[in-house]
């Protein structure tokens, strides 16, 4: 059970160029996520997912761009990457139901690491 | 609004106790807790939801004043697997994103 999985691990890239990174879990949770965290400013949220086909802004989702089109998969774009997107990229996914209390713990993967040069 | 988490950094020697806080300035619904390693995915470690309950994991626990909106991690004579930086996670509502904290950097000595 491989529970969440990021690709890339790791990427360098110059300014202005794109990537994709992908978000794939196998637990069969509505919600999915994608944080970014930089140094002293613990997790943001950069933009979110409450089920195939939708999608919602977080808190820093200027410059990004995401899409869900399988239940399973949660994709993260940077159309024109730029130095200030250099961050370790968080995927994450939740269960909500009736069984749980809205208690909504989210399942990390193990990190993207971008560096845009 | 993201949580406020203080100290930002803690040093321990084994078996020491320490206390984090997370304070929010909005109702919550929720606080979850959760533990990242050097270089690892953060781990969940409990979640604290609306009306003051405590909850532990292993020697770590941790409490929930409504009134004040502020949850707070215990940890108990600690080890060295403590180490690693501690996040909170608010949410308003019962199944609403987290909001986290800038973190709380443990370090636990021999």
């Known amino acids: 059970n491989a529970g969440v999985t990021q690709t890339p691990k790791f990427r360098v890239l110059k300014t202005g160029q794109s990537m994709t990174l992908l978000c794939a879990q196998d637990m069969n949770h509505e919600y999915m996520y994608w944080y970014r965290q930089d140094p002293g400013m613990g997790l943001r949220l950069i933009h979110y997912?409450?089920?195939?086909?939708?999608?919602a802004k977080g808190e820093v989702p200027d410059g990004y761009n995401v899409s869900r089109l399988k239940k399973q998969n949660f994709l993260l774009g940077l159309e024109s990457a730029a130095p200030s997107q250099t961050s370790v990229y968080f995927c994450?996914?939740?269960?909500f139901g009736a069984g749980n209390s809205g208690a909504n713990v989210l399942t990390f993967g193990a990190g993207s690491r971008l560096t845009v040069l | 609004q993201q949580p406020v988490q203080s100290p930002q950094a803690v040093i321990l020697r084994e078996g020491e106790d320490a206390v984090i806080n997370c304070s929010s300035s909005k109702a919550l619904y929720s606080v979850h807790w959760y533990r990242q390693k050097h270089g690892e995915a953060p781990v969940f470690l409990m979640i604290l939801l609306k009306g003051g309950e405590q909850k532990g994991h292993e020697k770590i626990s941790a409490s929930f004043n409504e009134k004040k909106q502020q949850s707070s991690l215990y940890l108990t004579a600690s080890q060295l697997s403590y180490s690693g930086t501690y996040f909170c996670?608010?949410?308003?509502?019962?199944?609403?994103?987290?909001?986290f904290g800038g973190g709380t950097r443990v370090l636990v000595k021999p």
């Open positions: 994450a996914s939740s269960y």
């Open positions: 997912s409450v089920g195939e086909g939708t999608t």
């Open positions: 996670g608010t949410a308003k509502a019962a199944g609403n994103k987290l909001t």
